[in-house]
C-alpha cells in the first residue's frame, strides 16, 4: 500500500455525516474535524446557535456544514431535519449519535442519597442516552438501509465496562448505548446489507461543560477530591483532550476500518488497564 492509498482512506470529501448534539465539547470537536477533512457536515441540535469557538474552525473549510434544529427524543423533529438535510446534502452517509449527558439530580452526594435520586432525573438520563440513539438511528438508518451501506459510530462511556460512582443512571445507561451497538450492528448488517457498520467509542474522562466543575475548582482551577482520584488512576496522568478521539473517529469512519463492526473501542488514557496497584 502507498501513501496515496493510505491517505485516501481518511478523505470525507463529499460524504454526508450527521451529527447530534453536535454542538457539545466532544461532538463540536468531532464536526470540525470532519469538515476539515472535507465532509458535508449537518449539526443537528436543540440549540440552533453554533458557539463561536466551532463557527471560526468550520468557516475555514474545505467541507461544507449546516446547523439543524432537532431533538434526539422527538421522532417528528428528526424527521423533518433529515428531510432538510437531503435537500441540501444529499443522501446521508454517515450518523454520529453525540448527543448524551448525565443531569445534576441523577447524581449521588453527601446529601443525596441513591435512595432519594428522583425518578423524573433518572428518567432523563435513560431517554437522552438510549433513547435518544435509539430513535436517530432509527430515522437516519432508514436511509442506510434502503442505500445498502452507511456508517452508525456511537458514544458510550468508560463507565459502560465499569460504573463510576455517584452515577448509576449515567453509567446504566451508557452500558446499554454498549449493548445497543452491538445489537444494531449485528441486526444491520444481517437483516440489511454487510456494508452497513456500527461501532461506538468509549471516552473516559474528560473535561466538558457537564463535568468541569466536579473534576476541577471553579474558583482555583485545581483539582477536586474526585478530580484527583481519577489523576491518580489514570497511567497517562491527565484528562483526555477533545481531539484525542480524533483518532479513533476517523479508523471507524474511514473503508480502514471496512471489516470492523460492533465494537465499543475505549479512548480512556490507560483508566480501565490499571488496577490501583
Not at 26 to 53: K, Y
Not at 256 to 269: C, H, K, L, N, Y
Request: net charge negative; charged share 20%.
Amino acid at each position: 500500500m502507498n501513501l496515496q492509498e493510505l491517505t485516501q482512506w481518511y478523505d470525507f470529501d463529499g460524504k454526508t455525516i450527521v451529527i447530534t448534539g453536535g454542538t457539545g465539547v466532544l461532538g463540536g470537536e468531532i464536526a470540525c474535524a470532519l469538515v476539515g477533512c472535507g465532509a458535508n457536515v449537518a449539526v443537528l441540535d436543540r440549540n440552533p446557535n453554533l458557539p463561536e469557538e466551532l463557527k471560526k474552525p468550520m468557516d475555514a473549510g474545505p467541507g461544507k456544514y449546516m446547523v439543524v434544529y432537532g431533538d434526539v427524543l422527538k421522532r417528528e423533529l428528526l424527521e423533518s431535519a433529515a428531510a432538510d438535510i437531503r435537500a441540501a446534502f444529499g443522501e446521508i452517509d454517515i450518523l454520529i449519535n453525540a448527543a448524551g449527558g448525565n443531569h445534576p439530580k441523577a447524581t449521588t452526594s453527601a446529601d443525596v442519597s441513591f435512595f432519594d435520586l428522583p425518578d423524573e432525573a433518572l428518567r432523563f438520563v435513560f431517554d437522552l442516552n438510549i433513547v435518544g440513539t435509539i430513535l436517530p438511528s432509527q430515522v437516519f438508518g432508514r436511509f442506510m438501509a434502503e442505500a445498502g451501506e452507511g456508517i452508525i459510530l456511537n458514544i458510550s462511556s468508560m463507565s459502560a465496562f465499569t460504573p463510576l460512582t455517584r452515577i448509576p443512571g449515567y453509567s446504566a445507561a451508557k452500558a446499554g448505548v454498549s449493548n445497543f451497538t452491538q445489537w444494531l450492528a449485528v441486526h444491520m448488517a444481517q437483516e440489511y446489507s454487510p456494508y452497513i457498520r456500527v461501532n461506538a467509542i468509549a471516552p473516559g474522562f474528560f473535561l466538558t461543560k457537564q463535568n468541569r466543575f466536579l473534576l476541577t475548582d471553579e474558583t482555583s482551577g485545581e483539582l477536586t477530591e474526585r478530580g484527583r482520584q481519577i489523576i491518580d488512576h489514570t497511567p497517562m496522568g491527565r484528562f483526555g483532550k477533545p481531539e484525542d478521539l480524533l483518532g479513533a473517529v476517523y479508523f471507524l469512519l474511514s473503508s480502514a476500518s471496512e471489516f470492523v463492526t460492533g465494537i465499543v473501542m475505549p479512548i480512556d488514557g490507560g483508566f480501565a488497564a490499571y488496577s490501583g496497584v
